[in-house]
């Protein structure tokens, strides 16, 4: 794909990512080889694709399987996206083979495994960046509160709200109940300029259905986009969320279910350790059939 200065939205890959049904998930675009796009042609391009985010390889070392990637929403760039690294992990193993892939981000090194499931899909594993969480304080609270139209007694006082971060900071809110976190109707200006202000990439919305299982929702205007079904970032995030709050006493494994509510389920493992910062992610990818 050389001379993508002049490409379209049509030369990029699509695929859908956390699971293995083109029709659930969370779409992202793929370009392999942007050596020939500036930034402004990169957000360009991802707005006319207009999924959540596209991620760009702007250099490669294929020698040592290692690759630079800059990942842009249809209205700016990101430090890291979960979704579209496990997209294009995916897309380069189905072309050069499974194995460990190495993609510098603006965030940092990601280390990414991939393997072959029997059935031929390819299933990703995501190492973040070290992970830390914070209690969110009463003011950005408030706010968040007031934009999501929620009020106190919608929470979970076991899950306190926390600002997580695992390459870019989320607002973590848990529910405390199911009816409440399908019931997302917010205030799509307003919140947008609560994140803004405080530099929230997503606000992760949580229900808790077991210690090993959680429901998620994650609302996502400063992208442009009302909610994404699918974000590994936040899954990351929410895993050093746990483990900060002592609520991960032994290396586990815990599964998200997101976008279900939006007719987009997907599924997402993470796996947390207490003794380490980083966290895994793990998802499977496909491609999107064209229209």
């Known amino acids: 794909m050389k001379g993508m200065a ?3 939205a049509s030369d990029v890959l699509r695929y859908a990512a956390f699971t293995s049904d083109p029709d659930g998930g969370n779409p992202a675009g793929v370009v ?33 399987r290692r ?13 890291f996206c979960g979704h579209a690294t496990v997209a294009t992990a995916v897309a380069l193993a189905e072309r050069v083979g499974t194995g460990e892939l190495l993609f510098d981000t ?67 809110l848990a529910a ?3 009816a409440r976190l399908a019931d997302l109707d917010y205030d799509f200006d307003a919140l947008t300029t609560v994140m803004r202000t405080h530099g929230w990439t997503t606000v992760h919305l949580v229900r808790r259905e077991n210690e090993g ?5 994650d609302p996502f205007p400063i992208g442009g986009v009302v909610e994404d079904p699918a974000t590994g970032a936040a ?28 007719g987009r389920p997907s599924d997402l493992t993470i796996e947390v350790d207490p003794y380490e910062t980083p966290v895994r992610v793990t998802g499977r990818a496909v491609p999107i059939p064209a229209p």
């Not at 392999?32 to 596209?54: F, I, N, Q």
């Not at 494994?253 to 279900?260: C, H, K, L, N, S």
């Open 6 to 8: 002049h490409s379209t």
């Open 32 to 64: 392999l080889d942007a050596t020939g796009l500036d930034e402004r042609e990169m957000l360009a391009l991802a707005a006319e694709v207009g999924y959540s985010e596209t991620a760009f390889l702007t250099e490669r070392d294929a020698a040592h």
């Open 67 to 79: 690759f630079t990637v800059r990942y842009f929403s249809p209205l700016a760039e990101v430090a």
């Open 106 to 172: 603006p965030a940092g090194e990601i280390r990414v495994d991939t393997v072959a499931d029997p059935d031929g899909t390819v299933r990703a594993t995501l190492t973040s960046v070290p992970t830390r969480s914070r209690p969110a304080d009463a003011a950005e609270l408030a706010a968040a509160l007031a934009a999501l139209r929620w009020d106190a007694a919608d929470l979970d006082p076991a899950l306190p709200p926390h600002v997580a971060f695992a390459g870019n900071d989320h607002l973590i």
């Open 176 to 178: 405390a109940s199911r």
């Open 213 to 217: 299982s959680y429901h998620a929702r």
């Open 235 to 262: 899954a990351a995030a929410f895993g050093g969320y746990l483990r900060t709050l002592g609520l991960v006493t032994a290396p586990s494994t815990i599964a998200i279910r997101q976008g279900e509510d939006m």
